[in-house]
């Protein structure tokens, strides 16, 4: 088998490996790195078979490779560019917002108990029921402002405190 056909079989095993194993390798490698590897690594072997039956075993060095070096890079390229403008057309609230985006917000107290209690935040156009706490008194309906997000909840204050 000729380092054309492995370099074919290499480019779909890693597409399908980087299909597989999305959310490890998202974070080992940069954003869209596998999709444009593996294409251009594929179009290279695809064309450097085409290139090895249309010519024969034995062409000139700048045609069997240069064409698929040149080749893969376009494809790459090409791959990269597509990966970036989907990615700017996905709505960036497809991804739920965390308890971490909500620090800093206004949120409406829904239950409250000593000390401790519900309440609800609107981010990036979601709506959000979290738990939290707080030292001084809340009650259900109050607005208050959250301080901290930490393990057991919200940490908020009341909205007066904020406005004084």
Request: net charge negative; charged share 20%.
């Amino acid at each position: 088998m000729s380092i054309f056909a492995w370099c074919i079989i290499i480019g779909c095993a890693v597409l399908a490996l980087g299909i597989v194993f999305d959310g490890p390798l998202d974070e080992a490698l940069p954003d869209g790195a596998i999709p444009v590897l593996a294409v251009a690594v594929a179009v290279f072997g695809a064309v450097g078979m085409g290139v090895q039956a249309l010519v024969g075993d034995r062409p000139h060095a700048a045609i069997a490779w240069g064409l698929p070096v040149t080749l893969a890079l376009a494809a790459g390229g090409a791959t990269r560019w597509s990966w970036r403008r989907l990615r700017r057309s996905l709505p960036r609230n497809a991804t739920p917002p965390s308890a971490e985006e909500v620090v800093g917000e206004e949120v409406q107290v829904l239950w409250w108990k000593s000390g401790e209690g519900e309440v609800r935040a609107v981010v990036r156009g979601h709506q959000l029921t979290l738990s939290a706490h707080s030292a001084e008194p809340l009650s259900a309906g109050e607005r208050a402002w959250v301080v901290d997000c930490e393990d057991d909840g919200l940490l908020v204050t009341p909205w007066r405190h904020i406005d004084a």
